[in-house]
């Protein structure tokens, strides 16, 4: 599946079929919405992008790559939004163990999400922090098809 990688804004309407993708299957295998109900007239696409917590999404990829991440993630991340567009998505974290990565994997592929992740983050500045309660779940598109993944998270500490 192609992504639009255009910044998001009004021209764009806010990469509108990208955040689409990301709160439909969220709400579908987690069954509760990413965005609370807002009183905006559901601007949900401007919404995601200018969330207070973080949302990242990359693509299927055998090396995945973020196509996605509100300004929220390139915030916390050190990371312009064409900087983080593109980046491989294993960049943005420490290596994990091979039995943790394995047991999450097996968890997102049994569950279609995970709903408790906790990890170590790394921003382009070298800053760790670390972040718990995140859900990762999987993206669907309108064929059944997973095509990328998604995180979001609203609590993160800096480490050192």
């Known amino acids: 599946m ?3 990688r255009g910044e998001p804004d009004q021209s764009n309407g806010f990469q509108a079929a990208n955040a689409q993708l990301i709160v439909a299957s969220h709400l579908r295998l987690l069954r509760r919405p990413l965005l609370p109900d807002g009183e905006d007239g559901g601007d ?4 995601l992008y200018q969330a207070p917590f973080v949302v990242l999404a990359h693509d299927a990829a055998p090396d995945p790559v ?4 509100n300004l929220a993630a390139q915030k916390l991340f050190e990371l312009s939004w064409r900087e983080m567009v593109g980046l491989p998505s294993r960049h943005s974290a420490e290596p994990l163990a091979r039995e943790e990565r394995q047991r999450l994997l097996e968890r997102v592929a049994r569950q279609g999400y ?3 992740y906790a990890g170590v983050r ?3 500045s070298g800053r760790r922090f670390r972040i718990d309660g995140a859900t990762v779940w999987n993206l669907i598109d309108a064929k059944d098809r997973t095509v ?3 995180a979001a998270f609203a609590d993160w500490i800096a480490l050192g």
Not at 44 to 47: G, L, V
Not at 66 to 69: E, I, S, V
């Open 2 to 4: 192609e992504f639009d």
């Open 44 to 47: 949900t696409a401007r919404r």
């Open 66 to 69: 973020f196509f996605y991440a």
């Open 114 to 116: 995970i709903d408790d």
């Open 122 to 124: 790394i921003a382009s």
């Open 148 to 150: 990328g993944q998604a």
